[in-house]
Each structure stands twice: as C-alpha cells, then as structure tokens.
C-alpha cells in the first residue's frame, strides 16, 4: 500500500497537483512554490551553515546574470540541453535562464582572463524539467556551488572539495550520509576495454547513471539495443560497476589487466590513490565509498567525480530503498573555459554544488513534526506605553535604539492597550519589552521586562542600549 500511494503522490506532484493553489486563490507556476516566514527562517539557518564552510575555506563571492546567451548554454549539458529555459528574442539576442552555476562560472573565468580564483556563489537556477515537489525536484530552485580555479598539484583542490561536503553535511545533522567518488577517465577507460564505441561514452554514461535508481537488469535493457550496445558489452560493464567499495578497489582496479593497461584509467587510477591519502588526512573515509556507477558531470569534465546521499532512515519510506536522495555533487571540468577561449585558455577548475533544496525539505518536515517554535524575526526589544498619549515617547525610544543598531518594534497605534504590546512582544518569541509611562519619563528610566527571567527593572534611559545589548552603536 505503501509503495502505491508513493507512486499517486508522484504522479500528483508531476501533474503539478494544487501545491501552488491558495486558498484565497491564485496559484504558484508548476514546480515552482512560495516560502513562509517560518520556512525562510529555516533556510537562512541553513545557507548561513553553508555560507560560513565556504569563508572558512578562504572562498571569495561572485554574481552572475540570471540569464545567459543561449550559445553559452548550449553544448554543455549533454542530454540534459532539452531541460534548458529558453526566453524569447530580445533585440537580436538569443537568451535562456541559467541552469545551473557552474557554466556561468566557466564563461565568467574565459571572459575575464582569470587564471586562479576560489569563489563560492549561492543564487537560484532553472529546469524545464517535470516537477516533483515530493522529491524536491523544481524547476526554479536554489544552487549553492564552490569552486577552486586554478593550476595547482593534483588532488588537493579535490579533496578539499570532499572535506566541504563532509563538514557542510556533518554540521546540517542531517543524519547518516555516504560521499561516492569515482573520475571520468577510469569510466572512459572501463568503456574501451568493455568495446563501447567512443561516440557512445556519453548515452552509455547517463544509463549506468541510473543504477542508483533501479536494479542493473533495467540499466542493462536500455543500455543495450535501445542505445546499440552488443549485449557483451554490456554484460563486461556490468562486472566492473555492480562493485563497490573504497581503497580495495583502487588497489585492484590498478591490478586488473584490462584496465592497467589502459592509459586513461590507469592515469584516473593513481589520482584516486593519490586523493585517498589526502582524505586520510582529513580523517574523513569512513563516509566515502569508491563508485564505478558514478557516471554524471558536466561537457569539459575528465577528472574526479562525486556525489553526497542521505542514507535512509528507518522511518523513511523510500522506494527502491537505500538512499534518500543526492544532496551535493560535483567534479572537476578542466575543459570548460577552454570552449569559449580555445585550448590556450584551459584553466582547470573543481568544485561543488550542494543541493539546498532537499536538505531544507528534510529540515522543514523535522520542524513541522516536532512543533518547534521557530523566530521568524530577530527583534530584540518591543517599545511599549502604559498609559495613552505616549506615542511620541516611544517614537523617540525608538529612533534612539534602532540609531544604535538595536533590532527594535513598535505597535502602530496611537494609544495601544497595554496587555496587547505584551501579547505581541510574547508573539514574537521572547523579545524584551522598554514600557514608557508618565512616572517613568518624570524619573529618566524605562522598565525594561521580559526575556527568560520575565523580572521588571527600571533602567536610566542613557544606559538602556547597553542594558539591552547586541546594539552596534554609529560612530
């Protein structure tokens, strides 16, 4: 029952069911959705989280348009091209919105002349793809990508960008996760041994793609003839990514004949060695798992490779079992900027994208679950009255305190009941409340109340911000 009601939720969610519907009517465009005060509070946790891993690496921050040239996009995602939002002719120009960061990076690097830069760039992209919001699958939604560019010895870049995803996913609690590494090269070196022709590398690589989704036989039957793969073929591809594992691998792959002798995969072979040890160091391969299945990247990409899963939880209800979801992947795409400047213009480039929008779906269903009270804003003080014909009082408080950097409210009402200001201050998660009154103007204090102890003191009014704190007084 179980598995079937997942599959009418699916196809609910492709249809675009009423998740963008409003009860006061209007809808969100399919596969796209509004976010409440609550979620946004959520989710600027979570990019926060992310946003200081970055700075933490030493990443600089960059900004793109949101569309492109069409003729920038086009060519660099493969069979994933028809998924691009084109946007009609304007003036002469052909345009289509970003699909995701990384190509604009590339153009931004050849255009720009720079040779060496680690940036990180956090900003929405976009999918003609069909919706499943169940699956956290949109078609506007948002990329958080870090990049290291540059000429540097092989390896470390990669393996710092493995350490990000470890410590971004480790922080997020998000519970108990697997990073799969596997490199173009070993995978295109699997394929001339196995007798795939070159010109189908590319439609072979998107089937073993799917292998996380569903079982080698469906893989295998639409590999073969559907694509024009001999059934050999196919049978030989299946020995080598039905495995899996970690350094073992390596090791073996390195003493397997076949793929020892050829030049690429022996190339991807020594590199993997070579990040292991990196990964070692960083004391994080206990959650990395050495995968020949792995088969997705971008055009211009001939290194590395990875992919983050959520592992599943007991109480997840996932068909086809195993893992929950991708929620970060990256590689290396040394060839990119090379195909708006030519070979001369190579710069070697990795990085990572973590993909925001189903870790915060997990987030939010914690959140509803538990009922936990979340602050939706960060005031830190509401200035009240307890009496009326007090709100030029209080605007003048109030102008002093936000003047000083103090997160401050106040009801717009001329003479606003007292316990209504106290209401509203409790409303908003335990702000302080400053109560202006007649006898309190008379002695140049305020009575400052509220907070976790909910004790009332008189406060002079000069020492009030720093009573308060957190204030970040102008020069």
Known sequence: IAKEVAKLLEMKAQLGGDEGKHKGGGKTPKGTRDYSPKQMAIRERVFNAIITCFKRHGAEVIDTPVFELKETLTGKYGEDSKLIYDLKDQGGELLSLRYDLTVPFARYLAMNKITNIKRYHIAKVYRRDNPAMTRGRYREFYQCDFDIAGQFDPMIPDAECLKIVHEILSDLQLGDFLIKVNDRRILDGMFAVCGVPDSKFRTICSSVDKLDKMPWEEVRSGGGGEKGLSPEAADRIGEYVQGGGGLDLI?????????????????????????????????????????????????????????????????????????????????????????????????????????????????????????????????????????????????????????????????????????????????????????????????????????????????????????????????
């Open 251 to 475: 090791e073996g792959g390195g003493q397997d004949p076949k793929l020892s002798q050829n030049k690429l995969a022996k190339e991807g072979l020594g590199d993997r060695g070579g990040v292991f040890e990196y990964l070692t160091l960083f004391g994080i391969t206990g959650k990395i798992s050495f995968d020949l299945s792995l088969a997705r990247g971008l055009e211009g990409g001939g290194g590395v490779i990875f992919e983050a899963v959520l592992l599943q939880q007991e109480n997840d209800h996932v068909e086809g079992g195993g893992s929950v979801g991708s929620v970060a992947g990256g590689g290396r795409y040394d060839g990119l900027v090379g195909m708006w400047g030519g070979e001369g213009r190579k710069v070697p480039c990795v990085g990572v994208s973590i993909g925001i929008e189903r870790i915060l779906g997990g987030g939010e269903q914690r959140v509803e679950a538990s009922e936990e009270k979340i602050r939706t804003t960060e005031t830190q003080v509401l200035v009240a009255s307890a009496q009326k014909k007090l709100l030029e009082e209080r605007l003048k408080l109030i102008s002093e305190l936000w003047d000083a950097g103090i997160k401050a409210e106040v009801l717009y009402k001329k003479n606003p009941k007292l316990l209504n200001q106290l209401q509203y201050c409790e409303e908003r998660g335990g702000a302080l409340v400053a109560i202006v009154g007649e006898q309190e103007l008379k002695d140049g204090v305020v009575k400052l109340g509220g907070g976790a102890t909910r004790e009332e003191v008189n406060v002079r009014r000069e020492s009030l911000v720093e009573e308060i704190g957190g204030g970040t007084s102008q020069p």
